[in-house]
């Protein structure tokens, strides 16, 4: 469980563990793994709407942003995952 961990113990999010994770989850469409990103993402969704933290909210928005641009290639079609709706201040009503 990293990711949890990884959400859980970082107040920022170092672009290249960004990069890192968006670069894996971005090849499992391409070996069929659709359940295994499925999976993957609900857990960052969770783990990351309990911080409450706008930084983490956009992390998940760009991770899902660049992991859907390869599930489109493969499958014609976008995965269903939840959104994260920001309630930040600054963000307030923001769907990402």
């Known amino acids: 469980m990293q990711i949890p961990t990884w959400v859980a113990l970082s107040n920022t999010v170092n ?3 960004f990069l890192s994770l ?9 070996k069929k793994r659709i359940v295994d990103l499925h999976i993957l993402l609900k857990t960052m969704h ?10 983490w909210h956009r992390t998940y928005g760009k991770t899902v942003k660049h992991v859907q641009r390869y599930v489109q290639i493969e499958y014609n079609s976008d995965l269903m ?16």
Do not use: H, Q
């Not at 969770?46 to 930084?55: P, V």
């Open 15 to 17: 672009e290249v563990d």
């Open 22 to 30: 968006a670069t894996f989850l971005s090849m499992l469409p391409e």
């Open 46 to 55: 969770r783990c990351m709407t309990k911080t409450g933290s706008c930084i």
């Open 81 to 96: 995952v939840p959104p994260i709706r920001c309630d930040c201040f600054k963000y307030n009503n923001d769907v990402i």
